[in-house]
């Protein structure tokens, strides 16, 4: 079955860095574009950044410039590099998968970005 684990995440001061890790197993993970979403206390899960199978990227326009989404297809894992982080960053983190018209989600991940 399909298998999300992710990594990282916890306390990061204002403009600081922080790297987020997602493991997949169960699937032909090359062949799948991966994603990231965020959802903060009171809002919706939202989009942050997606990689397709060839290494395409998109962001949301709040993190452009500051975050990165990369993939390692021999390990099997996507990666968020968070970069300049700003308090409105804090929420839980979840890695995706969207494979035949199911979404996978890993365990969710909370990122605090406070002083």
């Known amino acids: 079955q399909v298998q999300l684990v992710q990594s990282g995440g916890g306390l990061v001061q204002p403009g600081g860095s922080l790297r987020l890790s997602c493991a997949a197993s169960?699937?032909?993970?090359?062949?799948?574009?991966m994603g990231w979403y965020r959802q903060a206390p009171g809002k919706q899960r939202e989009l942050v950044a997606v990689?397709?199978?060839?290494?395409?990227?998109n962001y949301a326009g709040s993190v452009k410039g500051r975050f990165t989404i990369s993939r390692d297809n021999a390990k099997n894992t996507v990666n968020l590099q968070m970069s300049s982080v700003k308090p409105e960053d804090t929420a839980v983190y979840y890695c995706?998968?969207?494979?035949?018209?199911?979404?996978?989600w890993g365990q969710g991940t909370q990122v605090t970005v406070s002083s």
């Open positions: 990689i397709s199978r060839a290494g395409n990227t």
């Open positions: 995706n998968a969207h494979i035949a018209g199911n979404d996978y």
């Open positions: 169960g699937i032909t993970f090359s062949i799948y574009a």
